[in-house]
């Protein structure tokens, strides 16, 4: 392809093409040379340029196109795609209402530290404030949600426009990655969303073709930070301080919460501490795992004995963590190695630090570390054994050459068999039987419903990949974010959610024509509402039609006419049975697993 300045592109039609098309191609080119691999865009007039230029990327194999007619799943899609792959995507919209239905994607992925570049389209700047048609300010919309804003004047034609955008691109790329233009980790908030928003005149764009796709430029740090990144983790861990020392001696337990990562883990086993990691942290494994926290923080001789709390991401599913961190006899010690804001419940916590290390300990452990992990893990142990249902003994009745011996023995083995396939789906059976059916290389995502919290009372250790929106814990989003992890992965991924996070989202069920129809199953435990409310204090207190009206909104919506509507593969589980089944089928394609639960 020939280059024009070394700012870009130059397309066939460059000779008839629109300041706006010239300025889109220059922009968007910028992105894929800085290791974008996916844009998202929602129709629009006033983005028609940026559009149809990723259209053309598309045709020429550079970038993977993704389109939704619906704005805020468009933002969430982009979210699930970044989150798994690490490299920012690029959501393009037009003017109006359009910028502020990104909002929530914009704020999980701020919380969350998820890299998302916003592309909105807008009037030129003297349309504002005299009622333009779909102009409103746009500038600012997100507030301070953004690491970067940039409102980008309308493209005239003048020489060097070209080589603005494409450095445009390059800042944006590198901001949104959480470093400079070096690709040097800066001095800021950590990955985040950046916000262009792109002023555009008549004409609005003008037929553009590629002879072939711009390549990563050779050398870019910026590309080498997006592309190089999971392989230069271990090196950079290498080059890295350790962080601040944190001695023996105290009785410690570690948190980990959401994004905690496995260093939570290795630190907790380094120190010899027992581990209370959440079902989202990347680090529920190993042998000095939790599962029962919850009752255990509650328990006499257990979480009245702390004297030390070091915590690991964002902790947000019980209220245990909370209640331990704000304590006036427990040390809090909060660990985040970026954030413009740290985990303080109460504002109690007194230190704060972005890297850590555990004091090294003798192996085996001193007789009073080693009594003390062992009494937390063992009883957590017999907590999560004690909620089990029972199992079935060998099967009696028959002998050892495999012949029926006891007639009646084997009835009663082949009759409690049977009730236990029969036996309705409860809501731990559900959390179990999904976690057991993932693999390690495929992807599990949980809403934010009751059953995230089911999942992390109870499941055990294992080292799989789970996501979920936990930086503002919403329900938004949650199909598009799967849909996202899903194609970015191009794993078999399970997203587990109730029925109002589904119908929340219900939108984010239709795909573009001609893309990528990913390896998705969503399961849905469908108790007919919004049952998470009924652990409210005021449950107990509140008038019950006026209470399940404004709270638990009862819905009796036909998914599997919802999936026939939009395309999908649809089943039904109500037995332990119907469920196994339904998690051991392969799941070649979207399909939606409706699970009944009693409220």
């Not at 028609?48 to 194999?61: K, N, S, T």
């Not at 004409?203 to 430029?217: E, K, M, N, Q, R």
Request: hydrophobic letters at 45%; one cysteine or more.
């Amino acid at each position: 392809m020939a280059e024009a300045s070394g700012a870009g592109p130059t397309p066939a039609s460059d000779r008839t093409r629109s300041p706006a098309t010239a300025a889109a191609l220059a922009l968007l080119d910028g992105f894929v040379r800085a290791g974008v691999r996916d844009v998202v865009v929602a129709p629009g007039s006033r983005s028609q340029a940026l559009a149809l230029v990723a259209a053309e990327l598309e045709r020429v194999g550079a970038i993977r196109l993704h389109v939704r007619i619906d704005e805020r799943s468009a933002g969430f899609l982009a979210l699930g795609l970044a989150v798994e792959s690490g490299r920012p995507a690029v959501v393009v919209v037009t003017s109006g209402t359009a910028v502020a239905n990104l909002h929530p994607a914009v704020l999980e992925a701020h919380h969350s530290g998820v890299p998302l570049i916003v592309c909105s389209a807008d009037r030129p700047v003297e349309l504002r404030g005299i009622r333009a048609n779909q102009t409103t300010v746009q500038p600012g919309i997100f507030g301070d949600a953004v690491r970067l804003e940039r409102d980008v004047a309308a493209p005239v034609g003048d020489s060097g426009e070209a080589e603005a955008a494409a450095r445009l691109a390059r800042t944006a790329v590198a901001v949104s990655l959480g470093r400079d233009d070096r690709g040097v980790p800066a001095a800021h908030p950590g990955p985040g969303p950046v916000h262009l928003n792109l002023q555009y005149s008549e004409p609005l764009s003008t037929a553009v073709h590629l002879d072939a796709a711009p390549a990563p430029a050779e050398g870019d740090p910026v590309t080498d930070a997006a592309t190089r990144a999971a392989a230069s983790v271990d090196a950079d861990a290498e080059r890295r301080p350790k962080g601040a020392l944190i001695e023996a001696g105290p009785r410690t337990v570690v948190v980990a919460g959401a994004g905690a990562g496995p260093g939570a883990e290795q630190f907790a086993r380094e120190g010899g501490w027992p581990l209370l990691a959440e079902v989202t942290s990347g680090a529920r494994f190993g042998p000095n795992l939790v599962v029962a926290s919850r009752e255990l923080l509650n328990e006499p001789g257990f979480g009245d004995r702390v004297e030390r709390v070091v915590v690991f991401g964002h902790p947000t599913l019980s209220r245990e963590v909370p209640a331990l961190v704000q304590r006036r006899d427990v040390e809090a010690i909060v660990v985040a190695p970026s954030g413009i804001e740290w985990y303080n419940p109460g504002r109690r916590v007194r230190r704060f630090e972005r890297a850590v290390h555990a004091e090294a300990q003798p192996t085996p452990l001193p007789p009073e570390a080693r009594e003390w992990l062992g009494r937390w893990v063992h009883a957590s142990r017999s907590i999560v054994d004690a909620g089990l249902p029972q199992t079935l003994g060998l099967m009696s009745g028959v002998d050892e050459t495999g012949h029926v011996s006891d007639y009646a023995a084997q009835r009663e083995y082949m009759k409690a068999q049977l009730a236990a396939v029969r036996e309705p789906v409860s809501r731990r059976m559900l959390v179990d039987a999904v976690w057991a059916a993932t693999w390690p290389h495929d992807r599990l995502v949980f809403g934010a419903s009751r059953l995230i919290r089911d999942a992390d009372r109870s499941v055990a250790g294992r080292r799989i990949t789970v996501h979920a929106n936990r930086g503002l814990a919403g329900i938004d989003g949650t199909v598009a974010t799967s849909v996202g992890i899903a194609i970015a992965s191009g794993s078999v991924t399970r997203a587990v959610i109730g029925d109002l996070t589904l119908l929340h989202d219900v939108g984010s069920l239709l795909f573009g024509v001609g893309e990528v129809r990913p390896r998705l199953q969503v399961v849905v435990g469908n108790d007919g509402g919004g049952t998470i409310f009924d652990a409210l204090e005021v449950a107990g207190s509140a008038e019950p039609d006026a209470f399940d009206r404004v709270q638990y909104t009862p819905q009796t919506v036909d998914l599997s006419a919802l999936a026939t509507a939009y395309g999908w593969a649809y089943a039904r589980a109500t037995t332990r049975g119907e469920l196994s089944d339904a998690l051991a089928a392969p799941v070649d394609g979207p399909s939606l697993l409706e699970v009944p639960l009693p409220r």
